[in-house]
């Protein structure tokens, strides 16, 4: 059974009964559901994520002190803990994971508030600009299982809004990043024998490849260790994760630098293609430092439009 299955089941089986039993009043106030960091919050858990940080488990968000007050937020809370500790052989565990609790009780304006600045989802432009991707990510993804009054399933809809405006700038960015780190940085540090420096260039590439991929799919970045999983199952420009790979795990000799400076040219040129049918560009030029300047001219906000080309990067 997959980390959300299990979270599911875990909750209409177990937490369910114990919210209508015991806290009859709150069912229609509050929201339950699972998202965050864990890979099984993206249904990515396999065999190997069972060896931590991986237990049934779900999240109870609810409204401010002054809907539910803190005396009843601490009775759920003793109630969430005296939930069955062994659920379909999975077992809670005692330990809090690196990066803090992911199930339990919490207050959903506290919990947008700590990880993206807002309360309620309302970013203003320089949180759009500075927020990473991954972190919008794992607000918006995973499931709700419950919500009546939108309490969280607002929130995750205003996070998963990006402006048009702050699109194009975070695009233009990293086309700019993709030039100079592929196009150009690559080639020269070879040329001066610093086959260090050159792989360093490449991962810059393929980093800022990724952000651009996930910006034309408009979808959201995850954490890097789940970039290339998630990579493969979008419908634009999946098929650049082979190139990336290549880009990532060969070597620098001569022969290998001639294979990732072809697998440079055919990703830019897949991304040149895909800013031309999505009306971002209107040249087929396969420099992107042209591109990142064509894309950011698209931009119509003025204020947005003038910052500096990397203040999204």
């Not at 500075?130 to 009054?149: A, C, R």
């Not at 393929?206 to 408009?218: C, E, G």
């Amino acid at each position: 059974m997959k980390g959300l299955e299990l979270a599911r089941a875990y909750y209409e089986q177990c937490g369910k009964p114990m919210l209508e039993e015991q806290f009859p009043e709150l069912t229609d106030r509050i929201a339950v559901g699972l998202f965050g960091s864990g890979s099984e919050c993206y249904g990515f858990d396999d065999a190997v994520s069972r060896d931590h940080d991986f237990e049934p488990g779900f999240c109870i968000f609810l409204p401010g002190e002054d809907v539910i007050d803190e005396n009843t937020s601490f009775r759920l809370e003793r109630a969430y803990a005296r939930l069955p500790k062994e659920f379909e052989g999975c077992y809670r565990s005692l330990l809090t994971p690196v990066g803090g609790r992911r199930h339990g009780v919490f207050r959903a304006a506290d919990y947008f508030k700590e990880r993206c600045g807002s309360a309620d989802g309302r970013l203003d432009l320089g949180q759009w600009l500075t927020t990473p991707q991954y972190v919008l990510s794992e607000l918006t993804n995973g499931e709700i299982f419950s919500d009546p009054l939108g309490l969280v399933t607002t929130v995750r809809e205003r996070l998963n809004a990006m402006p048009e405006a702050v699109l194009l700038k975070r695009l233009a960015g990293n086309l700019l990043l993709m030039n100079q780190a592929g196009q150009y940085n690559y080639a020269r540090c070879l040329k001066r024998g610093e086959k260090a420096a050159a792989q360093l260039a490449a991962n810059e590439f393929v980093n800022a490849t990724l952000q651009t991929v996930f910006l034309l799919n408009r979808v959201y970045l995850p954490y890097y260790k789940w970039a290339f999983r998630a990579l493969r199952s979008l419908p634009l420009l999946s098929e650049t994760a082979e190139a990336l790979e290549l880009l990532l795990e060969k070597g620098n000799d001569e022969t290998d630098s001639a294979l990732k400076n072809t697998a440079v040219e055919d990703v830019c040129r897949r991304v040149v293609k895909e800013l031309l049918a999505q009306g971002f560009s209107g040249s087929d030029d396969p420099d992107l430092e042209k591109q990142a300047s064509l894309v950011n001219r698209k931009i119509t906000d003025p204020e947005v439009r003038n910052l500096d080309i990397l203040s999204a990067v």
